[in-house]
């Protein structure tokens, strides 16, 4: 299964819409959004592009309560299970501790990909481009021995994306 996973981004819809065209693109089957999502129009974007989603809310969302029974909008920590994997889904690194497989967080603007005794955390980035000179998000694909991440990142005003790639052995 692969699932593309996006964070932060605060209000940027063309990139937004970017990365979440590049996801479904390399094969996304599911979406995740880590928060920091502020307008709904982004949700929209998540909605409408076909695919089953799932996003939290980040400490720059409380606009968005209106819109929870609209969207699929989660409160941290969100546990959940995909693809045979029990996942934490979360936007501010609060909850750290490795209580599943998969552990999802955004908040800080910074891709992270480190796996610690037998649990991934992984943060994809800023979609936005706010902080840095490119949007980043990640796919995450799960096979029955492996845990294989993506990174991707996209310099402002580029049409291509770069990428990454990370293996990590399931236990």
Same mark, same amino acid.
Do not use: W
């Given at each position: 299964?692969?699932?593309?996973?996006?964070?932060?981004?605060?209000?940027?819809?063309?990139?937004?819409?970017?990365?979440?065209?590049?996801?479904?693109?390399?094969?996304?089957? !599911?979406?995740?959004?880590?928060?920091?999502?502020?307008?709904?129009?982004?949700? $929209?974007?998540?909605?409408?592009?076909?695919?089953?989603?799932?996003?939290?809310?980040?400490?720059?969302?409380?606009?968005?309560?209106?819109?929870?029974?609209?969207?699929?909008?989660?409160?941290?920590?969100?546990?959940?299970?995909?693809?045979?994997?029990?996942?934490?889904?979360?936007?501010?690194? !609060?909850?750290?501790?490795?209580?599943? $497989?998969?552990?999802?967080?955004?908040?800080?603007?910074? !891709?992270?990909?480190?796996?610690?005794?037998?649990?991934? !955390?992984?943060?994809?980035?800023?979609?936005?481009?706010?902080?840095?000179?490119?949007?980043?998000?990640?796919?995450?694909?799960?096979?029955?021995?492996?845990?294989?991440?993506?990174?991707?990142?996209?310099?402002?005003?580029?049409?291509?994306?770069? $990428?990454?790639?990370?293996?990590?052995?399931?236990?």
């Amino acid at each position: 299964m692969k699932i593309g996973l996006l964070s932060d981004t605060h209000s940027k819809k063309g990139r937004s819409q970017r990365v979440i065209d590049h996801l479904v693109s390399q094969g996304a089957e !599911f979406l995740i959004h880590a928060g920091d999502i502020v307008k709904p129009e982004i949700l $929209e974007q998540l909605k409408n592009c076909g695919l089953r989603y799932v996003a939290v809310y980040g400490n720059n969302d409380a606009a968005l309560v209106q819109y929870h029974t609209q969207y699929n909008l989660v409160q941290e920590p969100h546990y959940f299970k995909l693809g045979g994997v029990n996942f934490k889904l979360m936007h501010l690194p !609060f909850y750290m501790n490795g209580d599943t $497989e998969v552990v999802i967080f955004g908040h800080t603007h910074v !891709f992270e990909c480190d796996f610690k005794n037998s649990t991934l !955390f992984l943060n994809p980035g800023e979609a936005c481009a706010r902080d840095k000179p490119f949007s980043s998000c990640a796919m995450l694909e799960i096979t029955d021995t492996s845990l294989i991440v993506t990174h991707f990142s996209r310099a402002v005003g580029s049409d291509s994306f770069d $990428e990454r790639h990370y293996i990590f052995e399931r236990s």
